[in-house]
């Protein structure tokens, strides 16, 4: 069943903190003062926008939920958990810090039938989070996922932030270990970028902070889900979405694009694709040119072509042998099927990334 979210922005409610390269209000697209009457409003708003059937989710973002007083957590759930009762919506979701749990605040989430909390990890590097301004560990991530794993009642999300100050490829890799480790249900990836009136615009501006490009940051987060998916864990967003409020224009610098999944999900295809064409090159006999077909389903065109055909491209640059052709004809969704001296190999999609 197709999933529909009621997005409701608490932006910076919560939160003392005031990490490098957090404009909440403009990441959340929301500045509205937010008590239990708005988001009563909001819920009914979506209901009755909704025309299918579907998996309804109410969802808290933006600022810090759990870092509120009990009180006003309970007043901002109360409608939420109304209409869970009803049934009229079927999962609350909250997203916090990681240092903002403990157990009298889990024991509350659960009174109030919240099923899924999103942690902000960001990274679990200690000196990246430092220079970050996160205002917690990697050790107070660990005790914050060993407290809600007590209960058998959540889901867990944990975010990463590839690109932060003092991180590396090594750094994030090894927090993708670590993140591999922990369990999560699903994670979210948000390469940084350097949003206008943060600390991290100013560090920026001042030379002391250089983000990823996209490109690098593309490289970067295929490797993260390759490794993600070979451990099966789901990745539910990779890049900021793009709202009303955040766009280009809001962004200073650094590696946004409004369909950044895509672009990374077209260089796992690239890397795939690549290494079953070396092979094929390692037994060529000859330097005459050698035609190869590629079938693809239609869903599958502008991944396996890359961004402005980018990955074709670079196959004409590194294969001058090879007389590439791509075919829309295959049937098979999950199949894609490389044609080469009359054999016909075939890769499962699904198993992109385990080549
Ligand atoms: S903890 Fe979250 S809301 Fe608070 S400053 Fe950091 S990113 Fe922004």
Same mark, same amino acid.
């Given at each position: 069943?197709?999933?529909?979210? $009621?997005?409701?922005?608490?932006?910076?409610?919560?939160?003392?903190?005031? &990490?490098?390269? &957090?404009?909440?209000?403009?990441?959340?697209?929301?500045?509205t003062?937010? @008590?239990?009457?708005?988001?009563?409003?909001?819920?009914l708003?979506?209901?009755?926008?909704l025309?299918?059937?579907?998996?309804?989710?109410?969802?808290?973002?933006?600022?810090?939920?759990?870092?509120?007083?009990i009180?006003?957590?309970?007043?901002?759930?109360?409608?939420?958990?109304?209409?869970?009762?009803?049934?009229?919506i079927?999962?609350?979701?909250? =997203?916090?810090?990681?240092?903002?749990i403990?157990d009298?605040?889990?024991?509350?989430?659960?009174?109030?039938?919240?099923?899924?909390?999103?942690?902000?990890?960001?990274? /679990?590097?200690n000196?990246?989070?430092?220079? =970050?301004?996160?205002?917690?560990?990697?050790?107070?991530?660990? *005790?914050?996922?060993?407290?809600?794993?007590?209960?058998? @009642?959540?889901?867990?999300?944990?975010?990463?932030m590839?690109?932060?100050?003092k991180d590396?490829?090594l750094?994030? *890799?090894?927090t993708?270990?670590?993140?591999?480790?922990l369990?999560?249900?699903?994670?979210? $990836?948000?390469?940084?970028?350097v /949003?206008n009136?943060?600390?991290?615009?100013k560090l920026?501006?001042?030379?002391q902070?250089?983000?990823l490009?996209?490109?690098?940051?593309?490289?970067? &987060?295929?490797?993260?889900?390759i490794?993600?998916?070979?451990?099966?864990?789901? $990745?539910?967003?990779?890049?900021?979405?793009a709202?009303?409020?955040?766009?280009?224009?809001?962004?200073?610098?650094?590696?946004?694009?409004?369909?950044?999944?895509?672009?990374?999900?077209a260089?796992?295809?690239?890397?795939?694709?690549? #290494?079953?064409?070396?092979?094929?090159?390692?037994?060529?006999k000859?330097?005459?040119?050698?035609?190869?077909? $590629?079938?693809? =389903?239609?869903?599958?065109?502008?991944?396996?072509?890359g961004?402005?055909?980018?990955?074709?491209?670079?196959?004409?640059?590194?294969?001058?042998?090879?007389?590439?052709?791509?075919?829309?004809?295959?049937?098979?969704?999950?199949f894609?099927?490389? #044609?080469?001296?009359n054999?016909?190999?075939?890769?499962?999609?699904? /198993?992109?990334?385990?080549?």
């Amino acid at each position: 069943m197709k999933r529909y979210i $009621i997005p409701v922005f608490i932006p910076h409610y919560g939160c003392t903190n005031e &990490c490098v390269f &957090c404009n909440q209000h403009k990441i959340t697209g929301s500045q509205t003062t937010v @008590n239990e009457y708005h988001v009563r409003k909001i819920i009914l708003d979506w209901l009755e926008r909704l025309n299918y059937a579907a998996f309804i989710e109410v969802a808290f973002y933006g600022g810090s939920f759990t870092a509120l007083s009990i009180e006003k957590q309970q007043e901002l759930l109360n409608p939420a958990y109304e209409f869970l009762k009803q049934d009229k919506i079927q999962a609350i979701r909250i =997203s916090t810090r990681p240092d903002a749990i403990d157990d009298l605040i889990l024991r509350n989430l659960i009174l109030y039938g919240v099923s899924i909390i999103e942690l902000g990890v960001q990274s /679990l590097d200690n000196k990246v989070l430092k220079k =970050s301004c996160r205002g917690h560990t990697k050790e107070d991530v660990e *005790l914050a996922v060993a407290a809600i794993r007590k209960y058998a @009642n959540f889901k867990l999300g944990l975010q990463v932030m590839p690109g932060l100050p003092k991180d590396t490829l090594l750094k994030g *890799l090894l927090t993708i270990r670590n993140i591999i480790e922990l369990k999560p249900d699903f994670v979210r $990836i948000y390469p940084t970028v350097v /949003l206008n009136h943060t600390k991290l615009a100013k560090l920026y501006c001042e030379n002391q902070y250089t983000p990823l490009s996209l490109d690098e940051s593309i490289k970067y &987060c295929s490797i993260l889900k390759i490794l993600l998916d070979n451990h099966q864990i789901p $990745i539910i967003r990779m890049g900021l979405q793009a709202t009303e409020n955040l766009n280009s224009a809001n962004v200073l610098a650094g590696p946004y694009h409004p369909a950044f999944g895509e672009l990374v999900q077209a260089e796992i295809f690239y890397l795939s694709i690549t #290494k079953f064409l070396e092979k094929i090159n390692l037994y060529k006999k000859n330097f005459l040119k050698q035609e190869i077909i $590629i079938f693809h =389903s239609n869903r599958l065109t502008s991944k396996i072509r890359g961004n402005k055909n980018s990955n074709i491209k670079k196959w004409s640059r590194i294969f001058p042998y090879f007389n590439l052709k791509f075919s829309q004809e295959a049937n098979e969704k999950n199949f894609i099927k490389i #044609k080469c001296d009359n054999q016909i190999y075939t890769l499962n999609i699904n /198993l992109i990334s385990n080549i």
